[in-house]
């Protein structure tokens, strides 16, 4: 029975894993679009609840602080690389007001965009 019940951990963690595979490539295709937990969990074919909670075990943070992460990394390039207008990056990544972004790239960073460009394009 031990056995057993050891095999089917093992497939079901298989299939967590491939379920977050499938999710985190959908948010890298399409973090510049808003994204809800229900379009997530239809990607994966599995219910939210059941979505958040592999997640969470699987990466360590939730959903919404993943794609968060994902949004400000892409920011952090845009800043760093190109000269697009801090107003006009935020919508590049998704983030609806140039105000809320500003607001998650302070808290992400501690920096606001536009200084994080200043800091690094005096390096």
Known sequence: IARQRREQNHEENGRNENYVKKVITYI???????ITVEQLANVAHIHPSYLHRIFKQ?????LHEYISRVRIEKAKMLLEKTDIAVTEISSYVGIN??????????????LSPSNY???????
């Open 97 to 110: 007001t140039s105000q809320y972004f500003s607001s998650v790239f302070r808290r992400s960073t501690g």
């Open 117 to 123: 460009r200043r800091h690094f394009r005096d390096i």
């Open 28 to 34: 890298h295709e399409n973090y510049d679009h808003d």
């Open 58 to 62: 699987s990466t360590g943070m939730t």
